[in-house]
């Protein structure tokens, strides 16, 4: 069914010329302390990588610092955000999350 705005031309014209809203990846950092073992089973549980692909991103983490875990909506990413931070200070590792615009 077709919202009232749908029928504003006005409207209509602006959301059609709209930018579709920004996606953000979510990324890890690396640290000296978190166990590689646990940052893969973040990967996994998270993120959904199969095994293969989590030892993959968890290396280029500990490689290069950071790597991306996946990108998605903001409210997606924000919880990610939260639930990784959560698990990690669960089990006392000082594993970071952060979240940023991939325009
Ligand atoms: N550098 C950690 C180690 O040597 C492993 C690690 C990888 C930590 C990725 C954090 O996001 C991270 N145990």
């Known amino acids: 069914m077709a919202t009232q705005h749908q029928l504003d031309p006005e409207l209509v014209h602006k959301e059609r010329h709209a930018a579709p809203p920004p996606m953000y990846r979510v990324v890890l950092l ?49 919880t990610k955000v939260s639930q990784v931070s959560q698990y990690a200070h669960q089990h006392q590792h000082p594993l970071q999350c952060i979240m940023e615009v991939n325009e």
């Open 30 to 78: 690396n640290d000296d302390f978190t166990p590689m073992e646990f940052v893969i089973d973040v990967l996994q549980q998270f993120f959904g990588l199969g095994l293969e692909q989590a030892t993959i991103v968890m290396l280029k983490v500990h490689n290069e610092g950071r790597g991306i875990c996946g990108i998605y909506p903001r409210d997606i990413a924000a």
